[in-house]
């Protein structure tokens, strides 16, 4: 892996999608991370848990800051800075 072009890669997406915005949390196209795993070689062992794509949004979230998470729900990826949101039951991001 290129490490370096990796590392622009996941830039792109962040400012694409504006991840770091100001309200602490937004939301990307899962298929993007799909195709940035698959660019990478980023192994999937068992696509069902997705594991090569919450590598890649593991890899968004260190670069957001480290208060970040993400999730996966219908099609897309939610990011978060945990000390400002809570994601309850129903997928829904409430403020803390």
Known sequence: MNESNYNKELDELIEEFHLDNEEGYG???????????????????DPDVFEAEYTVGVDICKKLGEN?????????????????????????????
Do not use: Q
């Open 68 to 96: 970040y998470t993400c999730f996966y729900s219908e099609d897309t990826m939610t990011f978060w800075d945990k000390t400002r949101w809570d994601m309850n039951s129903y997928g829904e991001l409430k403020e803390v």
């Open 27 to 45: 939301h990307c196209d899962f298929d993007r991370l799909t195709e940035i795993a698959k660019d990478y070689g980023i192994e999937e062992i």
